[in-house]
């Protein structure tokens, strides 16, 4: 698929559902180690070999996530967070660098906390004004750090110790 080509050809929604099913999975899979998952990964892999088919995995991803567990408070950060990771992978795609992209995704999984807390604000915000706003985000930014370290740390290792290996089957896959 060229990059400026947005038409879908029969091998781009089988690539497509390929890729939401792999996320997908491997979120399952591992779901009962809180906030160790290879989401963060493979969004990183799949957006630097396959380009602008990424941006219509997460949205499908995102979907099948909200029918899966609900479309709660929780759901609402991954309207943004997930299309972030993918504009920030895509700014840098040009890095060939392991250490790079566990750095990026370690930062990722530090900030996911911070990120999940901005919803809050805004309801805190809209049902008390702006001081309960900031106290209702901060209240769940600081009570999740711990998992914030621990999804920090995992996405840095699994990006160190996955991505020459996955990266080099990728490319036989892009062909």
Wanted: one cysteine or more; a positive charge; hydrophobic letters at 60%.
């Amino acid at each position: 698929m060229k990059e400026k080509n947005w038409k879908l050809t029969a091998r781009d929604v089988a690539f497509v559902g390929m890729m939401t099913a792999v996320i997908e999975v491997c979120k399952v899979v591992l779901m009962g180690i809180p906030n160790v998952e290879l989401t963060t990964f493979w969004v990183i892999l799949f957006t630097l070999y396959f380009g602008q088919r990424i941006f219509y995995v997460v949205p499908v991803f995102i979907l099948i996530e909200g029918m899966l567990f609900g479309f709660g408070m929780w759901w609402v950060m991954y309207l943004y967070a997930w299309p972030m990771l993918v504009i920030v992978t895509r700014m840098m795609k040009h890095m060939d660098s392991a250490m790079g992209w566990a750095v990026v995704s370690c930062v990722f999984g530090l900030l996911f906390g911070f990120l999940c807390s901005i919803p809050y604000f805004v309801l805190g915000a809209v049902d008390g004004g702006f001081l309960a706003g900031l106290q209702a985000g901060f209240a769940w930014f600081v009570a999740g750090i711990p998992f914030d370290i621990i999804h920090g740390i995992s996405n840095f290792f699994i990006m160190l110790f996955l991505y020459h290996p996955v990266r080099n089957v990728m490319k036989l896959v892009k062909i």
